[in-house]
């Protein structure tokens, strides 16, 4: 029957859908939890510590749901607090950075990179990090988009208040000549047509979805955890927030989801946790 526990995901919000759909497409036997934390949306400007805080509790719960394996499908997760939560718990777990910036680097025709992300994300440096460490003479561009998020989450990706701000973040980076873009923000890839208007199509959009959840596959094949073809599968989401909002938001965004749960994590989490 293989190994049936679900695979756990976590985000701010809506964003992480953007990995949750490759998860579909590239995992399609195993289940998964969601964990969208729309209680403390937007992450990018809240300090480092307050945010170890919440991905522990998240993680916690996910533990108590038995998660096999957690996908963090949230870019400012990836940068700062996967590097120090990962040493404190047995499960395996994967971030964007390092395969967003894989494929970056192999993409990239004339060494300029750009990123855009949260504050939170820009100011860590990870993926500056990253690149740097797989082709030290790129150059690299990183702006930070405060914005973005509480658009998306108001279900505004194809407002033309979005539009205008994508181009007003992304304006320097085509000043500077990028022709590969990373989307540092699970948020990010629901606003793809405003970067490509603003850029042109001959600047390469990088989500780093796919690679993760091809990454994570790898993991789990050569752990022995994946499930096996035709054993049961199925989907939990939870929100720290308002669920009708989140259910509302994923189908603007073109996200059929059912049955979303609103989950406070310290009625979630079992004595000892956190």
Do not use: W
């Amino acid at each position: 029957m293989g190994d049936l526990r679900p695979v756990g995901l976590f985000d701010s919000g809506v964003g992480g859908l953007t990995v949750a759909r490759e998860v579909f497409r590239l995992l399609p036997h195993e289940s998964m939890i969601y964990f969208g934390d729309t209680a403390h949306v937007p992450y990018g400007p809240r300090r480092t510590e307050e945010l170890i805080r919440f991905a522990r509790e998240i993680i916690a719960f996910l533990l108590s749901s038995r998660v096999k394996y957690i996908i963090f499908a949230c870019g400012t997760n990836s940068s700062l607090t996967l590097p120090v939560v990962r040493a404190l718990y047995d499960v395996p777990m994967i971030g964007l950075v390092e395969p967003g910036a894989q494929e970056a680097v192999k993409s990239t025709r004339n060494g300029r990179i750009g990123i855009i992300a949260t504050e939170a994300t820009v100011k860590s440096g990870a993926y500056e990090r990253a690149i740097k460490s797989l082709a030290l003479e790129t150059a690299v561009f990183a702006v930070p988009a405060p914005r973005l998020v509480p658009l998306v989450e108001a279900g505004l990706s194809t407002s033309e208040e979005a539009r205008r701000a994508v181009f007003e973040y992304a304006r320097p980076l085509k000043k500077a000549g990028i022709d590969t873009l990373i989307l540092g923000c699970t948020h990010y890839p629901f606003l793809a047509s405003h970067f490509t208007d603003c850029l042109g199509p001959e600047v390469t959009l990088v989500d780093p979805a796919k690679a993760t959840v091809l990454r994570a596959r790898e993991e789990m094949n050569r752990l022995g955890i994946l499930n096996n073809p035709g054993g049961r599968v199925a989907h939990s989401y939870y929100v720290s927030g308002d669920p009708a909002r989140f259910q509302k938001t994923a189908d603007l965004l073109g996200c059929c989801i059912e049955n979303v749960q609103r989950l406070q994590l310290e009625e979630a989490l079992p004595a000892g946790s956190g």
